[in-house]
């Protein structure tokens, strides 16, 4: 079973009605706890030699990681993250030497967006592996339902960064690799102001955090809305370093990306130059259920790598 | 850093304050979300050949055994459980002849006691591992912290044959171990009810759930309160099969360790015949800080098994 069919299967077993307004296809799950608040629960591990080498990783970014990465997921809701809980499983005994700056990343990458730590647990375990479970608060959940033909897709930041590093470090030293690459993907910025001010202003239709890259989360918007998508080629962001592969199929951006209605796109200009911080126009949501990549008038459709289901 | 030293040193790094009423030496985490309701938020994983052994244990036993160690946190706390997020580790694919019975166990625990799964990821992992974040709700939290000298402890059931089952089972084959043994390692009942009555009535200063041994988490109450305890060994419930020092040091119990006001013991009693459940008075708190095994007017001092801390 790879991811996708997990994503499926697992629908089965979650439950969805009364305070649980959505547990299924979503960043985090969204429980309604008074008339006017909302919870987000979400859950992200890392594990040793799968997500995360410690030859080029230091403990104190790889608990900066696994805060992002869960802080990526609230503010993908448009939420304000809040409490999470730690388990830690460890081959070894653990190491004041590890543990401190393991332990220092993930509390700052928290208390930098208003979280924090409030448990934890330790396991012996022949992998080494990490796992956060993270709830935050919001008014107004941004679901990836919502968006229809006509609203113009946005991301956040420059796209395939984080994975051009992937790239570089097999081909340089970690020296000759820029500073920024490294960043983008050791440390990349998690979403929350942005998200929740979308969130505020209800100017998002729709939105989701690119994990898993940009053509695969975009088919996620539109599979869930059964609307397609046109990308002009040319308004993609491509970071600095990055190929324009990288940039639509590239993971772990932890950039949003989000859809707008056309009559508030004046609001969104005034809360990007509020934010002093660049929006990207990359696409519009279309009625025919396929993504085209369009470039100079000509129209192709493309298909997210590695995401069997994007066929059917 | 052994399990002791780690729950002390996570501590510094552990937020309370504002809405965190309690993130320290606790079940569970304690969140006030609003005037008359508190969330519970806890989470615990297994790991095979450490927590469990799939030679003996079916995948359904293993999906309920995930779910009931983090039940039993919730009941601990006397609240209701609600809502729960899965991360899987697998080094080998997904297969539906395992994945069913052990999200089918997982589901049918929950459920049982009115609780949820709602989330879920799955990564690669060189060792099999599960975890769940569980989050309950009660109007009451029973913290560790209230037991004072002359309240008198309770046992919610019988103890040590979890503790049995390890050991029977290197000396019998499966077939010729008893049900009852079986069944408390593999699928003990979480004291949900119990811990909610409790909770409701405001009957236990204190409570805990026996994980690590009861003379362990005697202690842990003790320690929260700066006091000692004498336990009346031959009142101790020692289980069928199971041996006096099983009952004292053996883990896994998931019964209800508590403290209750003298002046409260009538009510107690009623709740005890209301719900058909025997409850076991083995001692009472004490000033002096030891805990004391007294056995025909002989008191000896006691310390939990492998607890280095406790002489400290």
Redesign the interface.
Known sequence: ???TE?LK??KK????GSE?VK?KN?D??V?K??KNKY?L???????E???FDLKYTSFFELGKKLAISNLSDIAAMGGEPR?G???L?SPS????SW?DPL?EG??SALKTFGA????????????F?L?L?L?GETKNPILRKGAVPGDLIFVSKPLGESSAFLRLKKEKSLEEIPDTIKKAHLSPEPEITLGKLLSKYKLATSMIDISDGLLIDLWRICEENEVGAELFEEKIPVGEFATLEEALSGGEDYALLFTVKKENIKKLQELSSKLNKKLFQIGVITEKKKIYLVKDSEKKVTSPKGFDHFSS
């Open positions: 079973m790879n991811e997990w299967y697992l077993y979650l439950f969805e649980v547990s979503e985090c799950a429980i706890i008074s919870l629960f979400t859950t992200d591990a890392l594990v030699k799968v997500h409490w809980l730690l388990t499983g005994p653990i190491q004041i543990i332990m993930i509390v924090y730590l409030i448990g934890g647990d330790t396991v012996k375990s022949s992998a592996f796992n479970a709830l």
